[in-house]
């Protein structure tokens, strides 16, 4: 069975910079190697390479946009896959794309070798995003993150609805939840709601002790 995918976004939080991003990783990696459970982390724009150079850990983007050439201040996809990352989020609820963009990123993930985690509010949503075959759907109802309320306790039926719909589309999409996610019976929750794993921020990045928080996430499953 693949382990669930337990996937950190650091977003712009000045606690996941710096010195304090490289505890976040460190503490990741520990976790992951002692563990087993897969633990993604995707970090700030200008940690990617660095977190790519130094830890055994699966690292992804915050957000990609799909060009190449004469842009500026766009992150193209090829950029990230030279960093070497494993994928990128698209289409976060703090980074929200048309239709057609978030299409268009997804096609850019797949031709540069990249998982997509596409980020979506709705279980309808969540069908209309699968129908572009990215990695992973991503269901955070927006009202829910970073309230220190988890989805898998308020809203427990949006995950399951998610992911019937995502399978009905596609059934090699994977379904991630997010939005309140800050423990292990948050974690198994989803997990016996039929998610892949779970997208989670604060509650790992602003923590006085992340690697107490991560054997908290994985110790249910």
Avoid: W
């Amino acid at each position: 069975m693949t382990s669930p995918l337990i996937l950190i976004n650091f977003k712009s939080y000045r606690e996941g910079a710096g010195n304090n991003a490289g505890r976040i990783g460190e503490a990741a990696e520990l976790v992951m190697s002692e563990t087993g459970v897969t633990i993604g982390v995707a970090p700030q724009y200008v940690e990617l390479h660095p977190f790519c150079k130094h830890y055994e850990i699966p690292v992804y983007a915050q957000h990609i946009d799909a060009v190449e050439g004469a842009f500026t201040g766009r992150v193209p996809a090829f950029t990230v896959r030279a960093a070497g990352c494993t994928g990128t989020l698209i289409n976060h609820s703090e980074r929200r794309l048309t239709i057609a963009d978030i299409e268009a990123c997804v096609e850019a993930a797949k031709f540069n070798h990249l998982e997509s985690v596409v980020c979506t509010n709705t279980a309808g949503v969540s069908a209309a995003a699968a129908a572009f075959g990215p990695t992973y759907v991503a269901i955070e109802p927006p009202e829910l993150i970073g309230s220190g309320v988890s989805v898998a306790k308020a809203d427990p039926g949006i995950i399951s609805a998610s992911v019937e719909c995502v399978k009905n589309i596609n059934a090699d999409v994977k379904v991630l939840c997010g939005a309140g996610i800050q423990s292990g019976d948050c974690v198994k929750t989803a997990v016996d709601l039929g998610a892949d794993g779970v997208l989670l921020a604060s509650s790992v990045v602003k923590a006085k002790d992340p690697e107490a928080v991560l054997r908290d996430l994985v110790s249910k499953l």
